[in-house]
């Protein structure tokens, strides 16, 4: 859930009165044991009263502060909000003890794993292997299969909290989560498929990790008096485990399974059979789970070979296309999405946290980019002051002629999938829309003022709507048959008192000189008429008959893309207006998600009308290229695009 770091808000000191409610609240909730104060004499209440304020503290201790947070969860990056309450415990600093979301899913406060090693017995506790937990920490969900057990604890029921531990450290919850299913009533998993535990929270996250000091979070201990009377002999949880049924679990299913787990020597031999990374073996997700820590060095070499995989599989796949189907220039975006996302060793969804841009030597695609340039593989140049493009690839480099394709995950792995490999890397996006592929037209219309109407011959109608070339025409006619071309000069047009009465009447400087003259230029008068007049537009889709459209009083918008800095440094992309292209924002946010390899989101107009629900895209990154090309394949043309950057001439 919090893989994410969430943006939080200033802390607030919590008022006493909100405390002892939200304390009171967690007890009631969670089913904890509160003394009994009735019919009791004055000192035994008194003593109760004492321990129930005890609890309170323990719960949320007296220093207790509490600030809002936001943050983005999941594929489709839903926006999730609440409250954190931060405190501490005698001799420990300042931590997030409980977190608060609002909805249907989570009603009250989540233990964290800070206030379980703190409070033992708070929540139902289950165990799990140890090499399950480490998948939980990457932001798994617990599969029904991965359970150790029965018994399991008579709380775990549907929707309530639990606490997960490692059968290698019994009496140390790692992680929290919600039951999906009635895990008390299990009387055994053998044959179970599906979600058992969906974690919400787990040792190691952004909110495990955040301090005022911004020191991370504590080591997880060994082990933890207290938890030993909820937790069950040791070597009972290892039987339960080796008693397993560990059967095959569909694998759409998500989450961790136990599924074909044998030990990673037992398939040396299938593993040699599969070195081009479509067909892995199956139970491939778990041979990667004792992977090694891996160093800068060696996420650099990782997108250092992606980047030749990437060259390499275009040259084998397109080797009839100039520069085998290589468009340049070729943006940052598109080398990040296209030529080394896909071809990176992520086998683990463990590994896919691990090898990331940012965690290179270079930080971001920009400097990997001038990295290879000084490699000489690539000639790259500066554009706009924010982006690095791509001119020309060096293919007849020695590294590049040298490369030796490796093994990458299978495309039905989770990894794999995130990945985007879902086919070949340079696979046409399928944007999951009807406006991919169609053909726009735009068409400017004019109504003109009813003292210009004698100019169109019979009175024309109030609805009567004109195009630049009508209107040229029906100058032409008019100025021929009223005998109004200069002898002298055919270019010039004499004025009569229609044209002006109708068009000079004052509301321009030249009008005098003009009229003082009495003739005017053709292409100045026909240029003056139109300006006379009130535009309209339609906008055709698909070849749409003309007679068809129901133009619209003003000029024609544009699609609006707009480069801005927020937080710092960090520039986001907008695009709004795509609704009058026939263009769905949804589809057109999920494609430059993929094509701009980052996140992308979908938000209501500020300022639209409620009864347009215009809507408004944001991409991370410059990605101004990126998304003129979506564009352009949606048939919106250069010149209904309207580019606004904010960034220059700002402070870097």
């Known amino acids: 859930m919090f893989k994410k770091k969430p943006n939080i808000k200033p802390l607030a000191p919590l008022r006493s009165s909100d405390r002892r409610h939200i304390a009171d609240q967690l007890i009631r909730d969670l089913d904890l044991e509160v003394p009994i104060v009735q019919h009791a004499s004055a000192e035994i209440k008194a003593t109760a009263v004492a321990e129930h304020s005890s609890l309170r503290n323990t719960l949320l201790p007296e220093n207790t502060q509490s600030a809002r947070f936001s943050t983005t969860h999941g594929p489709d990056l839903k926006k999730i909000s609440g409250t954190i309450y931060v405190g501490t415990h005698s001799g420990d600093e300042q931590r997030i003890l409980w977190v608060n979301f609002e909805g249907k899913l989570y009603p009250t406060g989540q233990a964290r794993v800070y206030t379980l090693w703190k409070n033992p017995g708070l929540l139902p506790l289950l165990h799990t292997p140890g090499f399950v937990v480490q998948k939980l920490q990457g932001g798994a969900d617990l599969m029904t299969p991965g359970l150790a057990g029965p018994p399991f604890p008579s709380k775990a029921t ?70 030993d009377e909820h937790v069950a002999n040791k070597s009972d949880l290892a039987q339960r485990v080796e008693g397993l049924d560990l059967g095959e679990e569909d694998g759409d299913e998500g989450g961790v399974s136990l599924g074909n787990v044998d030990r990673p020597e037992d398939h040396s031999s299938v593993k040699n059979e599969h070195v081009d990374g479509e067909d892995a073996p199956q139970n491939e997700l778990f041979e990667q789970v004792n992977t090694p820590e891996l160093t800068t060095k060696d996420i650099d070499e990782a997108f250092y070979k992606a980047f030749l995989y990437g060259i390499h599989h275009y040259k084998e796949t397109n080797k009839g296309q100039s520069n085998f189907g290589l468009q340049f220039p070729l943006s940052q975006s598109f080398v990040m999405s296209n030529l080394v996302q896909p071809f990176l060793p992520i086998h683990s969804s463990e590994q896919a946290t691990i090898i990331q841009i940012k965690k290179t030597s270079w930080k971001n695609i920009k400097k990997f980019m001038k990295h290879l340039d000084k490699q000489k593989i690539v000639k790259t140049k500066d554009r706009d002051g924010n982006e690095v493009v791509i001119l020309d690839i060096d293919f007849d480099d020695r590294e590049v002629l040298e490369f030796v394709p490796y ?13 985007g490999r879902g086919g070949k890397a340079t696979a046409e996006i399928d944007a999951g829309d009807d406006s991919v592929g169609q053909t726009i037209q735009v068409l400017t219309l004019y109504r003109p003022k009813e003292k210009a109407t004698p100019i169109f011959g019979a009175k024309p109608s109030s609805k009567s709507l004109f195009s630049t070339a009508d209107i040229r025409s029906a100058v032409t006619k008019y100025i021929e048959s009223e005998n109004l071309i200069s002898p002298t000069n055919k270019r010039l047009v004499e ?7 109708g068009l000079f009447d004052g509301s321009s400087a030249l009008d005098s000189e003009v009229l003082a ?7 100045a008068l026909i240029d003056r008429l139109i300006t006379s007049c ?23 918008p544009k699609v609006k893309i707009t480069l801005e800095t ?20 949804q589809p057109l946010a999920e494609e430059l998600k993929k094509v701009c390899a980052g996140s992308s989101s979908v938000e209501k107009l500020v300022g639209s009308s409620p009864k347009e629900d215009k809507k408004e895209i944001m991409v991370q990154g410059p990605q101004k290229d990126a998304v003129i090309k979506t564009l352009e394949r949606r048939g919106v043309r250069s010149q209904w695009i309207e580019v606004l950057d904010k960034t220059k001439g700002m402070k870097r």
Do not use: Y
């Not at 929290?176 to 929270?201: F, P």
């Open 517 to 523: 003259k009495g003739t005017i230029p053709r292409d």
């Open 495 to 501: 004025l009569n008192p229609v044209l002006a009465n």
């Open 407 to 419: 093994k990458l995950p299978k495309k039905e792995t989770v990894a794999g999938t995130s990945l």
């Open 566 to 585: 927020r937080s710092g440094n960090k520039t986001v992309t907008k695009i709004s207006g795509m609704e009058s292209f026939f263009i769905s924002p």
């Open 158 to 227: 549907k929707d309530s909290l639990v606490a997960i531990a490692s059968i290698d450290s019994p009496s140390v919850p790692m992680a929290v989560g919600t039951c999906e299913i009635d895990i008390s009533r299990l009387g055994s998993v053998e044959g179970q498929k599906g979600h058992a535990v969906r974690t919400v929270h787990w040792c190691g996250d952004e909110i495990w990790a955040w301090s005022t000091n911004g020191r991370a979070g504590s080591t997880a201990p060994e082990h933890l008096d207290g938890w």
């Open 534 to 556: 009130t535009p309209h537009h339609a906008i055709l889709r698909n070849n749409q008959d003309d007679s068809t459209a129901k133009p619209r009083s003003g000029i024609a």
